[in-house]
Nanobody, 115 residues
Framework: QVQLVESGGGLVQAGGSLRLSCAAS????????MGWYRQAPGKQRELVAT???????NYAESVKGRFTSSRDNVKNTVYLQMNSLKPEDTAVYYC?????????WGQGTQVTVSS
């Protein structure tokens, strides 16, 4: 099993920055993909960014140029640096780890961007 614990959410003004962290524990394989999804009230969960164990990244168009995902494979931790935040970035952000075609999810952390 895999456990994921997110941290770093909070309230920030538009234009500000936040850094999310997600630490994975349990049975972590060397080849996996970690990443972030978000869900705003009344909307479906959507991809924000993913990063493979080889550090190949993928970003949603809406966050390209503003968000950066990175990871520490020794610590099994993934990060999401969010800059130039907009009110529309307000959502619960969920950490995800995918390995052997199974997805594991964290509990989520709230990010609120005020205008």
């Amino acid at each position: 099993q895999v456990q994921l614990v997110e941290s770093g959410g909070g309230l920030v003004q538009a234009g500000g920055s936040l850094r999310l962290s997600c630490a994975a524990s349990g049975t972590i394989l060397g080849i996996n993909t970690m990443g972030w999804y978000r869900q705003a009230p009344g909307k479906q969960r959507e991809l924000v960014a993913t990063i493979s164990s080889g550090r190949t990244t993928n970003y949603a168009e809406s966050v390209k140029g503003r968000f950066t995902s990175s990871r520490d494979n020794v610590k099994n931790t993934v990060y999401l640096q969010m800059n130039s935040l907009k009110p529309e970035d307000t959502a619960v952000y969920y950490c995800m780890l995918r390995q052997l075609q199974r997805d594991f999810w964290g509990q989520g952390t709230q990010v609120t961007v005020s205008s």
